[in-house]
């Protein structure tokens, strides 16, 4: 924690925070001391900074927002005092920096106005939790007026009220004599400073600076700004997002606690893997001891020209068992250091969360919630090294290769036999979409896998059959059946050998069917979603949906939009290879029921029959019903079942239909799919 609390500059514990433009902070009197002029002007020298100026100062209670006004070019140009407008005069700044300072963490360079680091935003929330820290480690306060580093500086004995300094014993006779107009001045203890300091920190925190008065109760979301409600009535951020400060704080500690607990996790997570890893090198020695033990057996078997052989093969095979711990122990250290640095970051944050004033956490919001990436990105590293991590036993599996003749001994040496580990399905990428399914998997160790077996059964729980088999991880496999359960399985494969199949993986196709018509002749117009349909020519043209059936009851319908002429509209279904050119039903891989104004026929293999009356006006909608299982074909119109139609010698011409309409000039369609199918009842 108290890394944290500590300032990358001076090394000691932060006094009086400021916030830099990359979201990292020092010390005020740090920040003075690092800026630098953008320019050397004849009539100014940088001399040595005031360090009473630099403590009483920025304790008057003047508060900056997120984006200080300091900050200038890209990252200032948003920057603003609670609500308050930017003058022509800060415009003229912000593109004219007057100092520069580098961080000494990130190397960026943070352009300053006039102000310099005395303008850059308090950093409030890091100096309640250093105070906090303070008490609760019983730290002493340090004068402020000692020269040197933490551990050179005197303890403080006395605090001004006017000056909002603490002094030693030795500073206060010579920086603040009890006489002239500094007799005047109220000593008080270093622990009523303490109180005094933090009340009145309290005070200003929440009060607008621009109207003293009031309160800071809401909260600009894309100026990240405090305001008082006479800022939002008088100022530009009454066409922004506002929201009251205390609602919006409370669903950002919501959502930052979240991210904590996800972040907790993740270093368990990583506590595991240390773990694992630690308890490796013992393992591995075991495992070295097996191999040599087999490499021995084997060698004293084969003509003594081998023996000098066997010694340089052990002597590798030492080596390498070195080479495998030394990488451990890195791996080891890597994954501690990382683990300390985000249990650091997690207590940190912890703490941020549970200070109640809203002001100053929502001005570190920013600031925190990159942290908790920071810290994130750092798990995620260690996390990754899982994959990678192979069982202690199989470190090491070797065999030796009997079969080389003597005049190969000066090749004779070790080959890897692994069989691959058994993949594992990936749930949240595997995915099912109409009547097509997305399957993800990943490696597991042992990573020795040269290509993967796909396998899926034929949605009936049938036998398992090959649909890819290659080194992609992902497999997308349309053309499936509706309304159908599949089972998926695959394994990985390589020379010595593949793996076991993954436990089954069980994926559901759409139960209705989603789909558009098809441009399938030059003459059809089809819009843009693949819905509305027409044509061109004054000669019967067919267009076909997307999908195709062989399986299982399908439904959809057709709502008549424009009907210009007394042409016939045939709905049906076809076969592939149907002819375009004709009307629906005319060749025998087409079936359909084809109506004008004033009656309706079916019509297969140019065979005309069931003739009825009654036809269709603009605003009709025809529904057609295709059960595969029985092979027949139901029309529809307006709700209301017409007649039936059994797909005679379909058996022979095709056992997959695509929906299928034929139009002529005129006559606009629209299609309506997705629908469940109504029971049909007989005629």
Request: glycine share 6%.
């Amino acid at each position: 924690m108290e890394v944290e609390l500590t300032c990358p500059h001076c090394g000691i514990l932060y006094h009086v925070p400021v916030l830099l433009g990359c979201n990292h902070s020092l010390c005020l009197a740090c920040a003075v001391t690092l800026q630098e002029p953008c320019s050397v002007r004849d009539e100014e020298s940088p001399g040595e900074v005031d360090k009473v100026s630099v403590f009483s100062d920025t304790d008057s209670g003047v508060s900056c927002t997120s984006r200080p006004t300091s900050l200038v070019g890209p990252d200032g140009n948003s920057g603003s005092s609670n609500a308050s407008d930017t003058s022509s005069h800060s415009a003229e700044n912000n593109n004219s920096p007057a100092f520069t300072l580098v961080c000494p963490q990130c190397s960026v360079i943070n352009k300053l106005d006039d102000g310099g680091a005395h303008s850059l935003p308090r950093y409030k929330i890091m100096e309640i939790l250093v105070d906090k820290f303070r008490q609760r480690s019983a730290l002493p306060e340090k004068c402020q007026m000692c020269d040197g580093s933490s551990d050179v500086r005197h303890d403080a004995s006395l605090f001004c009220d006017q000056c909002s300094v603490f002094y030693c014993e030795n500073c206060r006779e010579t920086c603040h004599p009890k006489r002239g107009p500094l007799a005047a001045h109220i000593m008080l203890s270093v622990a009523e400073g303490r109180s005094l300091l933090r009340e009145r920190r309290r005070e200003t925190d929440v009060k607008c600076t621009t109207h003293p008065q009031e309160t800071l109760s809401m909260f600009c979301l894309q100026c990240k700004v405090s305001m008082c409600v006479n800022c939002l009535s008088n100022g530009l951020h009454h066409v922004h997002d506002v929201h009251a400060i205390s609602a919006i704080t409370q669903t950002r500690k919501k959502e930052m606690k979240l991210e904590l607990h996800q972040l907790s996790d993740k270093a368990k997570a990583a506590s595991e893997i240390i773990h694992r890893l630690k308890s490796q090198p013992a393992q591995l020695e075991t495992c070295m001891q097996s191999v040599e033990e087999a490499l021995v057996a084997q060698v004293e078997r084969l003509v003594a020209a081998l023996h000098e052989r066997r010694d340089s093969l052990l002597i590798w095979l030492r080596q390498h068992k070195l080479q495998k711990i030394l990488e451990l122990q890195e791996r080891i250290q890597d994954a501690t250091e990382s683990l300390q640095e985000t249990t650091v970051g997690l207590q940190f944050n912890i703490e941020a969360i549970k200070e109640s004033d809203p002001v100053c956490f929502m001005e570190a919001n920013e600031v925190l919630s990159k942290r908790i990436e920071e810290l994130k990105f750092g798990c995620d590293e260690v996390l990754a090294q899982e994959a990678a991590v192979a069982p202690s036993a199989q470190l090491l599996q070797y065999r030796v290769d009997e079969r080389p003749l003597a005049d190969a001994i000066s090749n004779f040496t070790f080959i890897q036999f692994q069989v691959p580990g058994v993949p594992e399905f990936v749930p949240s990428e595997c995915s099912s979409v109409n009547n097509a399914v997305t399957i993800a998997w990943q490696p597991q160790p042992p990573l020795c896998h040269s290509s993967f077996s796909l396998q899926i059964d034929d949605g009936n729980r049938g036998e398992f059959k090959e649909v890819y088999n290659g080194d992609e991880c992902v497999c997308t496999i349309d053309g499936l059946h509706f309304n159908s359960v599949y089972r998926a399985r695959v394994k990985a494969c390589s020379a010595a050998g593949a793996s076991d199949y993954t436990p089954p993986l069980t994926l559901h196709t759409s139960e209705v069917a989603w789909f558009f018509m098809e441009r399938s002749h030059p003459d059809v117009n089809v819009s843009e979603e693949g819905t509305r349909v027409s044509c061109d020519s004054y000669e019967h043209r067919i267009s076909l949906g997307s999908v195709a059936f062989s399986r299982g009851c399908h439904y959809w319908q057709y709502k008549l939009l424009t009907y210009d002429t007394n042409a016939d509209i045939a709905f049906g279904v076809a076969a592939k290879g149907v002819n375009t050119e004709a009307i629906l039903g005319k060749c025998a891989r087409g079936w359909c029921r084809y109506v004008d104004r004033e009656r309706a026929w079916m019509m297969h293999a140019g065979e005309h029959f069931n003739r009825s009356q009654g036809g269709v006006q603009v605003g009709d909608v025809v529904g057609v019903r295709l059960n595969t299982d029985i092979r027949t074909l139901t029309f529809y119109l307006n709700q209301v079942q017409q007649c039936s139609m059994l797909l005679k010698s379909c058996s022979s011409v095709a056992t997959v239909f695509h929906p299928a309409v034929s139009l002529s000039r005129g006559v606009t369609l629209a299609l309506i799919s997705g629908l469940t199918p109504p029971t049909d009842t007989p005629i």
